[in-house]
């Protein structure tokens, strides 16, 4: 069974920075399509932010672009999603998900809050 564990979530000032950590448990990241999705107060759904495939390329949504990082650890079978010059708008709940069908699993979601 494949668990995700998300760690590095909390409050901070706009303008700040955050690094949120995924860790995998199980097979080698490196097979899967690692993503982090948010899922912002009041909105039923989640919204890809970014995302790396098993080839290494990363892909990002338009309002993080140049803001945000994703990378991998294989070692550490450990994806992070480093958030710089971070908005109040980018204030939700990050899921980690893993892809690589049929399989499609997400963590419980770490809390982002960006406020003054």
């Known amino acids: 069974q494949v668990q995700l564990v998300e760690s590095g979530g909390g409050l901070v000032q706009p303008g700040g920075s955050l690094e949120l950590s995924c860790a995998k448990s199980?097979?080698?990241?490196?097979?899967?399509?690692m993503g982090w999705y948010r899922q912002a107060p009041g909105m039923q759904q989640r919204e890809l932010v970014a995302?790396?495939?098993?080839?290494?390329?990363?892909n990002y949504a338009d309002s993080v672009k140049g803001r945000f990082t994703m990378s991998r650890d294989n070692a550490k079978n450990t994806v992070y999603l480093q958030m710089s010059a971070l908005k109040p708008e980018d204030t939700a709940v990050y899921y980690c998900?893993?892809?690589?069908?049929?399989?499609?699993?997400w963590g419980q979601g770490t809390q982002v809050t960006v406020s003054s």
């Open positions: 199980g097979s080698t990241i490196s097979i899967y399509v």
């Open positions: 998900n893993a892809r690589r069908s049929p399989l499609n699993a």
């Open positions: 995302s790396i495939t098993s080839g290494g390329t990363t």
